[in-house]
């Protein structure tokens, strides 16, 4: 998202001293939800979008909602007063923004070939909430030819084919081959990094990885190659106020078998937050409406309660394996 700026002076040159706790990257987390429900209504649905937007671009952010809610839940470490936010914003987002899944159902009818209201529905049904019509059509759907033929980049398949799998349908492409098929299974030069690869990476291991539940996922030699790298370009981004992407590479090095939990990184990233909780995507807070504000940050706000949640789960498994001896 964006392009990059400035450094906002809370890059790798703020390395010294103390880094991040595990009560500031949880305070991250809490503050990020807070912010996502105090606006949630910025999870606005179109009834007339524009012809060359469609009608489901939309729907995604609440797709993106109920994985990080997923999330939260499934780790068990944000408390009740944020499990109980959690909770209360997936419930807006399902029966009111989503009309128990009528909106998707319709969106669905609109467009066939979309996998977006089938990606959306998986995670809220998973929490729990479901609806027949979405499932009667999303089990059409992955009947018809033109639906396996649909040509989207290798790490999207990936997502489909983990979508699929997590719903109890064969995957139009087995994983493994939809994995090989990434930027990150080749384990290019490290230096041909910009941003829309640095997405393609940070997608590819959360897919892999099942959003963090299984860090096993990741092939020996894919975990190596980030485990060499990832802290590079945590400084990078870091340096270059991206705290969007920044949030996802904290996301993936938790993801890893041994996860750094980097302090400079975290450090940068928690002074970036907005005292109210909302974090921006590049250098400072965007101007404008509140709208227009709410569709630039969402996603960084988003990926923020998603990092802090993992990356307080593995910090305090840590401190309870015991010693090694």
């Known amino acids: 998202m964006g392009s990059p700026g400035s450094s906002t002076g809370t890059g790798s040159s703020a390395g010294t001293g103390p880094g991040a706790g595990i009560r500031e990257i949880h305070d991250v987390g809490s503050r990020a939800l807070e912010w996502l429900y105090r606006h949630r209504d910025g999870f606005r649905l179109e009834d007339d979008p524009a012809p060359e937007t469609?009608?489901?671009?939309?729907?995604?952010?609440?797709?993106?909602?109920?994985?990080?809610?997923k999330v939260i839940f499934r780790e068990g470490v944000a408390g009740s007063q944020q499990a109980a936010t959690a909770h209360k914003l997936l419930d807006h987002a399902w029966h009111e923004l989503l009309g128990s899944g009528a909106r998707l159902a319709e969106g669905q009818t609109h467009e066939p070939l979309s996998p977006v209201p089938f990606e959306v529905y998986v995670p809220f049904k998973e929490l729990g909430y479901s609806s027949p019509q979405v499932e009667a059509a999303a089990r059409l759907n992955h009947r018809l030819v033109s639906g396996r033929a649909l040509e989207v980049l290798p790490v999207r398949r990936l997502g489909l084919s983990a979508m699929e799998r997590r719903f109890g349908l064969r995957p139009?492409?087995?994983?493994?081959?939809?994995?090989?098929?990434?930027?990150?299974?080749?384990?290019?030069?490290?230096?041909?990094?910009?941003?829309h690869i640095g997405y393609d990476i940070t997608h590819t291991v959360f897919h892999l990885t099942d959003w963090g539940e299984n860090p096993a996922g990741l092939p020996?030699?894919?975990?190596?190659?980030?485990?060499?790298?990832?802290?590079?370009w945590l400084d990078d981004w870091l340096d270059l106020g991206r705290w969007d992407l920044?949030?996802?590479?904290l996301v993936v090095d938790a993801c890893l078998p041994q996860p750094t939990l980097d302090p400079a990184a975290w450090r940068g990233f928690a002074a970036a937050q907005q005292p109210d909780g909302a974090m921006p995507v590049l250098g400072g807070m965007p101007e404008g409406d509140e709208?227009?504000?709410?569709?630039?940050?969402?996603?960084?706000t988003l990926v923020a309660a998603f990092a802090s949640a993992l990356a307080v789960s593995r910090a305090m498994a840590d401190l309870a394996a015991p010693a090694a001896s």
């Open 54 to 69: 469609g009608m489901l671009d939309r729907f995604k952010p609440l797709g993106e909602l109920a994985l990080i809610g």
């Open 220 to 232: 020996p030699e894919t975990a190596g190659y980030l485990a060499t790298w990832l802290p590079v």
């Open 246 to 249: 920044l949030g996802e590479l």
């Open 291 to 300: 709208g227009h504000v709410f569709d630039l940050v969402y996603h960084p």
């Open 172 to 195: 139009g492409m087995p994983e493994d081959e939809a994995a090989a098929r990434t930027w990150l299974a080749h384990r290019p030069e490290p230096w041909t990094v910009e941003g």
